[in-house]
């Protein structure tokens, strides 16, 4: 897909981090887009940002991990605009903990907005995509997470594997039935985003509570994580790299050198049948 000026975006998670760079990345080039997000008044500041800068923008309240809610989306944006061309997948939370003191309200939680968000995202558009018989392409937000393994993190981490398995099917299945339609998975590594303050819309049947020894693990995994949004990588340079990877039909939006290298030596282990390493990412002088 190459032409942009006139299409239509659909961004989830786009009132704040790497969907608002997406949203205004989309509307540089001319796109219409749809803003979805679970937060209202920073969606409503997030439309209001792009409208002054003349972008043609609706917004639309959503839980992604809601099908209804997803649903409603599509509607507003068709009834909008008549028509969807690009659809991110991008909403996501995150949690930290050892995987037995985790609670499970953590697992359904992120279950219910990073993969079944995606779904529901897969579900609801590409049938809308398909119909259509125009170009068209699909984002879905993962992460360096979902190639490598961590301790602490298993949650997460699991359910952007997921992310990464469902957009790979995604991409044989339209492949083999000769859809003009395009499917990326974007993997940044540490974002300036506020991932690490997720539970500021954890929803009330998701409450915290976890025992002190989760609370202990997730305090320190969270001051890390903390010091690593504060000096990440800007969302707008994630935004460049997917357009230009939906430009060239490129499945793969990976992160920089550091992480690649623990990936590597995760698909090494493997390849060997070696137990996993430990290889957090750690930049070369």
């Not at 786009?14 to 989309?26: P, T």
């Not at 509307?27 to 209001?48: F, H, N």
């Not at 639309?60 to 659809?87: C, K, N």
């Not at 990588?233 to 997917?242: E, K, L, S, Y």
Request: proline share 4%; with cysteine.
């Amino acid at each position: 897909m190459n032409e942009f000026e006139g299409r239509v975006a659909v961004v989830t998670g786009a009132a704040s981090g790497i969907g608002l760079a997406l949203a205004e990345r989309f509307a540089k080039e001319g796109m219409r887009v749809a803003l979805a997000d679970v937060e209202a008044t920073p969606l409503e500041r997030a439309a209001q940002r792009l409208a002054d800068r003349g972008a043609d923008v609706v917004s639309v309240l959503t839980d992604v991990s809601r099908p209804e809610q997803v649903q409603a989306l599509a509607d507003r944006t068709l009834e909008a605009f008549g028509a969807v061309h690009v659809v991110c997948n991008n909403a996501g939370v995150f949690s930290s903990g050892r995987l037995w003191d985790a609670p499970l309200d953590d697992y359904e939680w992120l279950m219910g907005v990073n993969v079944y968000g995606v779904v529901h995202g897969i579900r609801t558009f590409v049938p809308i995509l398909l119909e259509q018989g125009e170009a068209g392409h699909v984002v879905n937000t993962a992460s360096m997470a979902a190639v490598t393994s961590m301790p602490w993190t298993g949650i997460y981490f699991m359910t952007k594997h997921a992310v990464l398995s469902l957009s790979e099917t995604l991409y044989h299945e339209l492949t083999q039935q000769g859809a003009k339609i395009g499917v990326s998975v974007v993997c940044p590594e540490v974002i300036a985003t506020a991932i690490d303050r997720s539970d500021r819309n954890r929803p009330d049947e998701f409450q915290l509570g976890a025992t002190e020894a989760a609370d202990e693990t997730r305090k320190l995994v969270n001051e890390g994580l903390s010091a690593g949004v504060q000096s990440g990588v800007p969302p707008a340079r994630i935004a460049d790299r997917t357009l230009e990877a939906i430009r060239a039909n490129r499945f793969y939006v990976l992160a920089e050198d550091a992480w690649r290298r623990s990936c590597d030596t995760r698909l090494e282990d493997i390849r060997l049948a070696r137990n996993p390493t430990f290889a957090p990412p750690v930049e070369e002088n």
